[in-house]
């Protein structure tokens, strides 16, 4: 089953693969951070029941690039939209939706949500080990 740590992976590996000389981080630090580098942001995770043991999850994503001017920012952005289209998470893909940016204080903040389907695993019912069954025949006469 995708978990969320999953998602979060396949984000950074892109990022990584593509952006080789840029750090990105998922955790916030304190330290002096040497720009240009990519903080990835997983806004809150959310499930729901659609049928059965099928689910709907969505995972949203904020992913921060600190870097120099605000044409490097858009060239940034540019390059995002298609690499983070399609991300492979556990031998599938997921397609990115509601892709959208925006420059904040020198920042360039660049959105998008993996949502897809999942299917629980229902534990089967534990079977009985065994039974004694008594019975008779009743004799017509």
Sequence with gaps: MITVNSVLDSVIAVLDQNFPNINTY???SDQGLEEPYFYVK???VSQN???GQRYQRNHSFDIH???GSN???HDV???LYDKLELISVDSGLVRGSGMRHEIVDGVLHWFVAYNFQVMRSVE???LMQSMKQEGYLRDKN
Excluded: I, M, N, R
């Design 26 to 28: 998922s955790e916030e």
């Design 42 to 44: 997983l806004f809150p």
């Design 49 to 51: 029941q659609l049928l």
């Design 65 to 67: 690039y600190f870097a």
């Design 71 to 73: 044409e490097a920012l």
């Design 77 to 79: 952005a540019e390059q």
């Design 124 to 126: 089967p019912d534990s």
